[in-house]
């Protein structure tokens, strides 16, 4: 009966194709339909036990506007959720096993690969999504009094769409103090969302609690193991952590970089994937935006820190540190955070992020972050974007916006996840989105109206 269910849903995709255009009317290569099938699973997966949401709303919402590949396929598949052990499995061939993606209480999930068959036995009783408030007062816990200004304009303006894409939650913070915070239907103070890439500054800011620990420095080679064996006068060998977090690495891939499906819905393991590239320009001469740099300085961490340290750095070394109850990373199957993108969090844990860096690093009177760890993730070295804003190092650099302060910094994802943090003002801006494809909100606008109205 399996084998059936499947095979009518592969004829169901098939006419559902007829109805776009002709460049679209092909029925997906079987890799295709095993990244879009994966896509599901795993976003299914973290949607339910971390963000606490249901199918319906996901489908809504973190499952519509995706990448144009895939969009039209995962409408069609099925995801089965069993709630007991933790697991979400999507069927896409009849000759093949379904896409699995496993769920571990405070590891999130983890997509198994394509042609998986066995994996680990999930935990059982699984709770409902983080959505418990912390009764300790603000920032370490969720007790804090209402916004100064509920009625914010340009808040309310991107609530209603005026910057574009598909607000789902928003958190302003003047030092400490709530400026304004408004949510979506569907979406609150404790809902976890994907961060995308803004996981990336937030493993710039691991490494940076590495380099505090002297675990780490960002102007040594990176410490990649698979990396070890080779001749001394290849180039890998030079790349430098400082490379990783500016993008400059000088390794190839098969995009941009901006895209890493085998990894994040394929299966594929950190290891397995981003530690094979080959070098193709001179480290520190090129910016080539990438998720392949970010999950090769993770991968540094991991062999640097050893593996008891790894195991639960980023909830010890920064989650559990500033109040970040809500925040989980995830791993592939061999224990590698893919801390590019897979990390689920709410605005106001993001907020928290913000403020360690309105801080300049500490955290109620305590260092976390090496002394003038913010100027060096803020000053650009080397080669930049081409055009918008700048990069630092896993921050990008919003210097050159008009009604912007030159000190502003900002952590970016797709979809329209953004942290901004303005020390000059003393504030912070978050914006969480499910931004459909060719529609992105507009930061620089939306930054510049609200500081305009938070006097």
């Keep these: 009966m399996g084998a059936i269910r499947a095979r009518i849903r592969l004829i169901g995709l098939a006419t559902a194709l007829t109805a776009t255009p002709l460049a679209a009317q092909q029925v997906p290569a079987p890799y295709t339909l095993a990244i879009a099938a ?31 590949e895939y969009d039209a396929i995962v409408p069609t598949l099925k995801a089965d959720v069993d709630a007991k052990i933790g697991l979400v499995t999507v069927a896409f061939d009849p000759a093949l096993p379904p896409r699995r993606a496993v769920y571990r209480k405070g590891r999130g999930c983890t997509i198994m690969p394509i042609g998986a068959v066995a994996l680990s036995a999930p935990d059982s009783d699984q709770p409902t999504a983080l959505a418990q408030a912390n009764p300790a007062p603000w920032p370490i816990g969720d007790a804090l009094p209402k916004p100064a200004y509920p009625q914010l304009g340009a808040v309310a303006r991107a609530m209603a769409g005026a ?14 103090a709530l400026v304004a915070e408004s949510y979506a239907d569907g979406f609150g103070p404790y809902t976890a969302q994907r961060t995308w890439s803004v996981a990336k500054s937030i493993t710039g800011t691991l490494v940076g609690i590495a380099v505090k620990e002297g675990a780490v420095r960002t102007d040594a080679p990176a ?7 080779e001749y001394a006068f290849n180039r890998r060998r030079q790349i430098t952590l400082d490379n990783l977090l500016r993008m400059a690495s000088g390794l190839h891939s098969d995009t941009a970089g901006n895209r890493s499906d085998a990894v994040y819905f394929g299966g594929t393991a950190v290891t397995e994937e981003t530690v094979h590239w080959p070098i193709e320009v001179k480290p520190g001469t090129r910016f080539r935006y990438a998720n392949n740099d970010i999950l090769l300085a993770m991968r540094s961490l991991r062999a640097a820190l050893g593996e008891a340290r790894y195991k639960n750095f980023p909830a010890t070394a920064l989650f559990d540190r500033i109040g970040m109850k809500h925040t989980v990373a ?14 689920w969090t709410t605005a106001r844990d993001l907020a928290r992020f913000g403020l360690l860096y309105l801080d300049d690093g500490f955290w109620n009177g305590k260092r976390v972050l090496p002394e003038d760890w913010r100027r060096y993730v803020t000053t650009p070295n080397g080669p930049q974007p081409a055009a918008g804003f700048g990069y630092g190092a896993t921050f990008w650099l919003m210097n050159k916006v008009p009604g912007v302060p030159a000190d502003t910094f900002s952590a970016n994802g797709n979809r329209g996840q953004f942290v901004v ?28 109206d609200v500081l305009a109205s938070v006097k």
């Design 330 to 343: 995830e791993t592939d199957w061999r224990g590698n955070y893919i801390s590019s993108s897979q990390i």
């Design 223 to 229: 410490r990649i193991p698979e990396w070890a064996d």
């Design 163 to 176: 910057y574009s894409g598909r607000t789902t939650g928003i958190v302003v913070l003047r030092g400490k």
């Design 421 to 448: 943090i303005v020390p000059s003002r003393n504030i912070v801006i978050v914006r969480r989105g499910e931004d459909p494809a060719g529609a992105p909100f507009d930061i620089a606008k939306f930054t510049a």
């Design 38 to 68: 994966g896509y599901k699973a795993a976003i299914t997966c973290s949607a339910v036990f971390i963000g606490g949401r249901t199918q319906e709303q996901i489908a809504r919402d973190e499952l519509s506007g995706i990448y144009p």
